[in-house]
C-alpha cells in the first residue's frame, strides 16, 4: 500500500513538473480585446513581419518568436510592463510567452487560438 501511494505521488510530481511554466492567463478574444486597451499593456504579434503586414491588432509590436533575434529583442522590453502576447493560432504565442515568463516576465496575456479567433469575433485589424 505504501509503495502504491509513493509511486503515485511520484508520477504525479512528475508529470506537474513537465507541466508548461508559463505565467500567462490565457484569454478569448473579447478578453484580449479588452487587455488590448488597457493603457498599461503593450500588445506583442509573434507571427512573421509579412503575416503582421497583412493585418495585426492596432499598437501591436512584431517580434518575430521565430525570428533569430527574438531572445534579444525581449531582453530589451520593460519586465515590469503587462504584455497581450498573440500569433496566427495560438501556437507560437505560447512559445513565445513561456520564453518570456522564464527571463522574467511576470504580466503575461494569451490570445488563445490566436488572431483566427480575433478575427472570427469580427474584430478589427490594422493592414499597412
Known amino acids: 500500500m505504501k509503495k502504491t501511494i ?4 511520484a508520477t504525479a510530481f512528475l508529470l506537474t513538473s513537465c507541466s508548461s511554466s ?4 490565457n484569454l478569448d478574444a473579447a478578453g484580449f480585446a479588452d487587455q488590448v486597451t488597457k493603457t498599461n499593456v503593450i500588445t506583442l504579434d509573434v507571427r512573421t513581419p509579412g503575416e503582421f503586414m497583412e493585418g495585426h491588432i492596432e499598437g501591436a509590436i512584431n517580434i518575430d518568436v521565430e525570428g533569430a533575434t527574438f531572445d534579444s529583442e525581449i531582453a530589451n522590453l ?15 504565442s505560447i512559445v513565445a510567452v513561456d520564453k518570456m515568463s522564464a527571463t522574467g516576465f511576470e504580466k503575461l496575456s494569451n ?8 478575427i472570427a469575433n469580427s474584430l478589427p485589424l490594422v493592414t499597412s
Open 6 to 9: 509513493a509511486a503515485v505521488l
Open 111 to 118: 490570445l488563445e487560438n490566436g488572431i483566427n479567433d480575433w
Open 78 to 92: 520593460d519586465k515590469t510592463k503587462s504584455y497581450a502576447v498573440y500569433c496566427r493560432s495560438g501556437r507560437r
Open 22 to 25: 508559463t505565467t500567462a492567463t
